[in-house]
């Protein structure tokens, strides 16, 4: 942010190197008063404020850091309180319905005739033992470079592209065998991997957890050649290897001996963390932000032939609901205590997805219902410091893990 785009005015008293007081900012995103603190941290000019500050003991969160003259031995540091932030409704609907189009016209849905769902194949198969099969053996995962890495899928496709599962491995500064694993799950299509998830990766390091990212299948450099065609027995098939992957590699992590693996996951993420969560105990905790649920939704899509593409399903997606891809029909072998559900409220995303049923049927884990939408959850100020917290084990968790009182909980 630089220093022209922010036009202040502070009031209060100077006592010492510090001042308190209420400036108003006029930015795109905020306008309105804050709480600022002011205060000075000597250091040499050539080096971070915010580091030092920290070092100094300052709980600090500095939007802005100002040197205080060019050959000045301190800079400004500004520490800055948001008020609590809410989503207006209209705005988080307005977001979501914005996305749902873009998405819609860009990735599209291409209508296959009733004989190519293979609905019945898909049925057996999900049905079956070969869904999510007990046994998981560790992933061999080979290194290309300090963060990259690459290994077969346990669950093998037609596709030579789809069998190769690549992600990174954000390792702790030191020891980071002893340190706990989160593994982060995108949504679909897969955005996060290469924007969010490394920054918020970095955090979660600062915090003394690992971060793993997988690329799941199909998605960004395993999307098949061939054109995607609307088929349950791919879909499920999918599904199945989603889930496998995060299996093996939950496996290799525990066998280098991190601790405890964790999942987190936004999306179709949350879904895939859903269902990981109800096949595999070695899983210390999940979290499932707004997750998928299972096969029906009802989303205000404009395009017409998506629409009348989604209506053509919607008999395959009741069915395939029927199944355990429907995640109201299983149960966690974890812990609910090691079980975060997080939603919005405005979600138009997920407009139809049973979460207060899944809440009731999981035996009602922790959920937080935020004032958001699908896209605009991420913007909930704190959310993701609050979401690695509760990868804690719960009788290790702080008290300040609990959500703000802005979240309605359910009691």
């Not at 000075?40 to 000019?45: E, G």
């Not at 995962?141 to 599962?165: A, H, L, Q, W, Y």
């Not at 991997?193 to 998605?219: D, K």
């Not at 499932?288 to 209506?311: D, F, H, I, K, N």
């Amino acid at each position: 942010m630089g220093v022209n785009s922010v036009v202040a005015h502070a009031s209060g008293r100077i006592v010492g190197t510090n001042q308190v007081g209420l400036c108003h900012f006029q930015l795109p995103h905020c306008i309105g008063r804050l709480a600022v603190c002011l205060f000075s941290v000597p250091l040499p000019v050539s080096t971070n404020a915010m580091d030092r500050a920290r070092e100094a003991g300052r709980l600090v969160c500095p939007l802005l850091v100002v040197r205080l003259g060019r050959n000045a031995g301190c800079h400004l540091v500004l520490d800055i309180t948001f008020p609590p932030f809410r989503m207006i409704a209209p705005l988080a609907k307005f977001i979501d319905w914005s996305a749902l189009q873009m998405a819609s016209a860009v990735i599209g849905l291409k209508h296959a005739p009733k004989p190519k769902w293979q609905l019945e194949e898909a049925l057996e198969f999900l049905n079956g033992p070969d869904f999510i099969p007990a046994a998981s053996d560790p992933a061999r995962i080979e290194f290309d470079g300090p963060r990259n890495f690459k290994f077969s899928t346990p669950r093998p496709s037609e596709d030579e592209e789809n069998n190769i599962v690549y992600g990174r491995l954000y390792r702790c500064a030191e020891r980071w065998q002893e340190r706990p694993v989160i593994v982060l799950l995108d949504g679909y299509p897969a955005i996060g991997y290469h924007t969010a998830f490394p920054l918020v990766a970095r955090r979660v390091n600062r915090a003394g957890f690992n971060v793993a990212t997988l690329v799941a299948p199909c998605q960004l450099q395993r999307r098949p050649r061939r054109p995607i065609e609307e088929n349950c027995l791919e879909f499920a098939r999918a599904m199945a290897q989603n889930v496998a992957e995060i299996r093996a590699l939950t496996g290799w992590l525990l066998d280098e001996g991190c601790p405890s693996v964790a999942v987190l996951g936004c999306s179709f993420g949350g879904w895939l963390a859903g269902l990981t969560a109800c096949s595999d105990a070695r899983i210390a905790c999940a979290v499932l932000t707004c997750p998928g649920v299972c096969m029906r939704y009802s989303q205000p899509v404009v395009w017409r032939r998506v629409r009348e593409a989604l209506q053509a399903l919607r008999p395959a997606h009741e069915a395939m609901d029927t199944t355990r891809l429907n995640l109201t029909l299983s149960t966690p072998v974890i812990p609910k205590e090691n079980i975060l559900l997080i939603v919005g409220i405005h979600d138009l995303f997920a407009k139809g997805q049973p979460y207060e049923e899944l809440w009731q049927k999981w035996q009602q884990p922790e959920i937080w219902r935020l004032p958001h939408g699908h896209m605009s959850t991420g913007l909930e100020p704190g959310l993701t410091g609050r979401s690695i917290r509760s990868t804690v084990a719960p009788e290790k968790r702080p008290a300040r893990c609990a959500a703000p009182s802005r979240i309605t909980q359910a009691s």
